[in-house]
């Protein structure tokens, strides 16, 4: 049997999947890095992938013009969410994952950034994505950055939603990495 697949979606250069692909690797997944911002094409659908992970990205979900390939991103996450395929989606991809799955996306009220430690919340530990990534040994850090100019807040999460974690600042900066079931 062969190593399960993970679409890797990057937004631009310099924010890769670092910790999360590290532990995937150690998961035994296979990553398939696509960079969109670089002139990879987006496959059509995830026939081919078992998971799939979408970066962040300074560009917010709605930003068609300045990252043209963001409308195939959201709808390979609305094909993620139809088919129950794992899907991590951090930043900004938890942003288009709000926005594909009918959820509402706006501006942070308040500037918050820092590193933070996130204690991972039951149903992450024991979701089938999520759970062998908050295996750590000890507790998983996050730099966290929200800006009132820049950084979008969940307004409306979709229905089925699994949430990671606490929000370390509250309700008006976006919440931590999560996905549809």
């Known amino acids: 049997m062969s190593a399960a697949r993970v679409l890797v979606v990057e937004h631009e250069d310099g924010t ?4 999360v692909g590290e532990r995937l690797a150690k998961q035994g997944l296979l990553t398939q890095m696509c960079r ?10 995830l026939d081919d992938h078992d998971a799939l992970l979408v970066l962040g990205g300074s560009m917010g979900p709605h930003d ?3 990252a043209p390939w963001l409308p195939a991103v959201r709808e390979l996450l609305r094909q993620a969410v139809a088919r129950d395929l794992p899907t991590l989606a951090i930043c900004l991809g938890m942003e288009l994952l ?11 009220a308040l500037p918050e950034v820092g590193l933070c430690e996130l204690m991972p919340l039951q149903e992450a530990v024991e979701d089938r994505l999520f759970g062998p990534l908050t ?10 950055g929200a800006f009132a100019e ?3 807040a969940i307004v409306t999460d979709p229905a089925t939603a699994v949430p990671a ?10 919440a931590p ?5």
């Open 16 to 19: 890769g999947p670092a910790q």
């Open 36 to 45: 969109p911002w670089a002139g990879d094409a987006l496959p059509r659908n």
């Open 64 to 66: 068609d013009e300045r």
């Open 98 to 108: 709000t926005v594909a799955c009918g959820g509402e996306v706006r501006r942070a």
């Open 135 to 144: 295996h750590t040994g000890g507790r998983l850090r996050a730099l966290w």
């Open 150 to 152: 820049q950084r979008a």
């Open 165 to 174: 974690a606490p929000t370390p600042g509250g309700d008006d900066v976006p």
């Open 177 to 181: 990495p999560r996905r549809c079931r």
